[in-house]
T-cell receptor, first 117, second 110 residues
Framework: DSGVTQTPKHLITATGQRVTLRCSPR?????VYWYQQSLDQGLQFLIQ???????AKGNILERFSAQQFPDLHSELNLSSLELGDSALYFC????????????????FGPGTRLTVL | TQLLEQSPQFLSIQEGENLTVYCNSS?????LQWYRQEPGEGPVLLVT?????EVKKLKRLTFQFGDARKDSSLHITAAQPGDTGLYLC??????????FGAGTTVTVRA
């Protein structure tokens, strides 16, 4: 158990719909990262938040957005869903204090499996 | 196109055999991490290597970072069924973003 929780575990929805994925980081961790894992693209970094502020962006589509709340939990919103958005979405957290370094350990949650029909 | 190329993509060996997984890139990384992921779970960090030429050992696992910090290898000695999983390498650039390889699926048969 990494200490990172994600809900829901599974989500099945239809094309064109909007969903929200939720992540609670490890107690005290200030950074939250979102990743997408699909069979054809592998594990791709989407976005990072640090203490409520967006810190880094990766391959995140404009239809996707995220935020980190004052209690440090984070939500990833996916809208106008397409079949190709079906994937595992992971949240990871790190950095209990400080601003982070390149050797920080990221602790991954169990993921949310999104299926778009 | 993956920034990090892992090979082989799949590896199936008998218990007790050795195996090596490779991770190559044309980019230089400030550090490189290896993860193992089991079905239905998120990746779990095994090791972080930072210095070019660095070798780290974790029980039967040996990790090496290339001298130029562009490549890495993971060697498992006397593999056991519990080593079965998806092994991912991830390079850390100066912006702290992790770039993952596509992974190597290792199956160790009893």
């Amino acid at each position: 158990d990494s200490g990172v929780t994600q809900t829901p575990k599974h989500l099945i929805t239809a094309t064109g719909q909007r969903v929200t994925l939720r992540c609670s980081p490890r107690s005290g961790d200030l950074s939250v990262y979102w990743y997408q894992q699909s069979l054809d693209q592998g594990l791709q970094f989407l976005i990072q938040y640090y203490n409520g502020e967006e810190r880094a962006k990766g391959n995140i589509l404009e239809r996707f957005s995220a935020q980190q709340f004052p209690d440090l939990h984070s939500e990833l919103n996916l809208s106008s869903l397409e079949l190709g958005d079906s994937a595992l979405y992971f949240c990871a957290s790190s950095v209990p204090d400080g601003v982070g370094t390149s050797t920080d350990t990221q602790y991954f949650g169990p993921g949310t499996r999104l299926t778009v029909l | 196109t993956q920034l990090l190329e892992q090979s082989p993509q799949f590896l199936s060996i008998q218990e007790g055999e050795n195996l090596t997984v490779y991770c190559n890139s044309s980019s230089v990384f400030s550090s490189l991490q290896w993860y193992r992921q089991e079905p239905g779970e998120g990746p779990v960090l095994l090791v972080t290597v930072v210095t070019g030429g660095e070798v780290k050992k974790l029980k039967r696992l040996t990790f090496q970072f290339g001298d130029a910090r562009k490549d890495s290898s993971l060697h498992i000695t006397a593999a056991q069924p519990g080593d079965t999983g998806l092994y991912l390498c991830a390079g850390v650039a100066n912006d702290y973003k992790l770039s993952f390889g596509a992974g190597t699926t290792v199956t160790v048969r009893a």
